[in-house]
């Protein structure tokens, strides 16, 4: 007779091995949170490493597009006159001097949004039978743009803020939305934020290549500006730049420099200047202003669009004086990054 086998394949009596201790268990749990933990901060980094590559591929994208703009018109867009001007004339934007909405509104055309900019496919909001002009600009104000927005810090699905309308009449009173941006022009330096200093001339439209455009002029007396207005070179000078937010605050509400959004003429929502080096939100914390400055959501750094179409990436502790030489267009000064 052989011996009596059990099903499993073993012998009758014979123990089975113990299992996991509890210390054993507690140990190999702490070895899986040590990797955890070691591992998380990598990929935490890698995934805001792509926000900011995507965040600079979008100033690429606006630098073609305002190069485009350049080519088409000869010109460059301007910052616009004052946040709540615009011009449209018979059912069209207008253009260059005429126009008193900021660059982000004057490039559309350029983004593949020509439809948002001309106001097509907006609504009767005064129900009375018709579209006006300026139904067809409150449908630009209030659409989000994906370009126009910094994945680090928020996208056009949470870029739209809305409240009570202090554009006046004909504009809605209340629920008006307001589709922001995280990029600024350069400058906004005339008055009190003049970029002036080692001899730099001062310019009444402002000392960077996106100039003002003052509507209280007469028409002959308003500029644009070129590349060829950048004298100090166009790799030197900035044209584009992340402003600096409190975002914590200023995302979900509005901020004086974040609130009329995209479309605003001459205003801190779409204009910066270099007089102040660049901060990071956590810097802005608390403070529900960006004070004029670019920065940006990233840890180090902001990405800049220069007047050649490249981009920068610029560290916060960048010396003030070349910071300052990088806003103003001819000021004579060597810049080394």
């Not at 126009?99 to 509104?105: L, V, Y």
């Not at 669009?305 to 560290?315: E, F, H, N, P, R």
Request: aromatic share 10%; charged share 20%.
């Amino acid at each position: 007779m052989g011996k009596h086998v059990s099903s499993l394949g073993r012998r009758a009596g014979a123990k089975w091995p113990a299992g996991f201790t509890l210390v054993e268990l507690l140990v190999v749990i702490a070895i899986i949170g040590t990797l955890v933990g070691l591992l998380l901060p990598a990929v935490q980094s890698a995934r805001e490493s792509g926000r900011r590559l995507k965040c600079a591929n979008n100033l690429r994208q606006l630098g073609l597009a305002v190069q485009n703009h350049h080519d088409s018109r000869t010109y460059l867009p301007t910052g616009g006159w004052w946040w709540g001007a615009w011009s449209f004339n018979n059912g069209r934007p207008t253009s260059g001097v005429n126009q008193f909405a900021g660059w982000g509104f004057q490039i559309l055309p350029y983004l593949e949004n020509e439809n948002l900019w001309l106001g097509n496919g907006a609504k009767d909001v005064d129900g009375n039978g018709s579209i006006a002009d300026w139904e067809r600009f409150y449908l630009a104000r209030g659409t989000p743009v994906g370009q126009y927005f910094c994945p680090t810090r928020r996208g056009p699905s949470d870029g739209v803020k809305r409240g009570g309308d202090w554009y006046g009449d004909p504009f809605p009173s209340a629920d008006a939305p307001f589709a922001q941006t995280d990029y600024a022009g350069n400058s906004l330096d005339t008055g009190d934020n003049w970029l002036g200093g080692e001899g730099a001339p001062w310019h009444s439209e402002g000392d960077g290549p996106i100039f003002n455009v003052d509507g209280n002029k007469p028409v002959e007396l308003r500029k644009v500006s070129t590349l060829a207005s950048v004298r100090d070179g166009t790799t030197n000078v900035i044209l584009l730049a992340e402003k600096a937010l409190d975002s914590d605050n200023c995302k979900g509400n509005f901020c004086g420099d974040d609130n009329e959004g995209y479309t605003a003429g001459w205003d801190h929502d779409m204009m910066r200047h270099t007089g102040f080096v660049p901060q990071s939100d956590g810097d802005r914390a608390g403070s529900w202003y960006g004070d004029g400055r670019f920065g940006s959501g990233h840890a180090a750094t902001v990405n800049t669009l220069m007047c050649d179409g490249s981009v920068k990436g610029i560290a916060f502790n960048i010396n003030e004086t070349i910071w300052r030489r990088m806003g103003h267009r001819d000021d004579g000064k060597t810049v080394e990054f």
